[in-house]
């Protein structure tokens, strides 16, 4: 959890693509969602008042929340960075690249490798990296597996239940409460 509080400060917020930069980590880390979802999120998807994004890939339908960290986020860069990396052009995409088209998978690998080296996380890190954080954090936390299976859109409870395994505060509740534990 530390490392992804350290990656989540790494944009600044000094320009425009920081702005962009933060909000795009901290909506995916808000919602496990697959990098190649966040980078297909239309205008349209978004739902500030109510707090939750509408996400749509091979026919299968989420509606999921995101917290008040990311929305700030979203909003600060709905209102000081895109129109400014949008150069005058129009889209519906939700997060633009510097240039003003649509954010690449690419683009987005190099900015997510950039702040991890920039928070001094040794390890690996990739965009699916948050995904997984985002379902053990919430494991961890007390959220049921259906809501989390719900959330990151798994068809099959099993593919889930992975994140139990990485919980070792649950394991440690079993043994003791369990009487067989």
Same mark, same amino acid.
């Given at each position: 959890m530390e490392e992804v509080e350290l990656l989540l400060k790494q944009p600044e917020g000094n320009n425009a693509k920081e702005?962009?930069?933060k909000a795009m980590l901290e909506l995916l880390y808000a919602t496990g969602i697959r990098v190649s979802e966040l980078i297909g999120l239309k205008l349209s998807d978004i739902n500030f008042q109510l707090g939750y994004i509408h996400c749509m890939i091979h026919d299968k339908e989420r509606i999921i929340p995101? #917290?008040?960290q990311a929305k700030k986020a979203l909003e600060d860069y709905m209102l000081q960075s895109r129109k400014q990396l949008l150069? #005058?052009?129009d889209s519906d995409m939700l997060f633009v690249n510097c240039s003003g088209k649509p954010m690449s998978r690419q683009g987005f690998w190099k900015?997510?490798?950039l702040y991890g080296n920039k928070a001094g996380i040794e390890k690996e890190i990739t =965009?699916?990296?948050l995904r997984h954080s985002f379902a053990a954090h919430l494991v961890e936390n007390g959220a049921d597996l259906r809501s989390v299976q719900?959330?990151?859109?798994h068809s099959d409870i099993s593919t889930t239940q992975m994140y139990m395994g990485m919980?070792?505060?649950l394991r440690e509740v079993y043994t003791r409460a369990h =009487?067989?534990?």
């Open positions: 702005i962009r930069d995101f #917290g008040s150069k #005058g052009q900015l997510i490798k =965009p699916h990296t719900e959330m990151l859109g919980n070792t505060r =009487p067989r534990g």
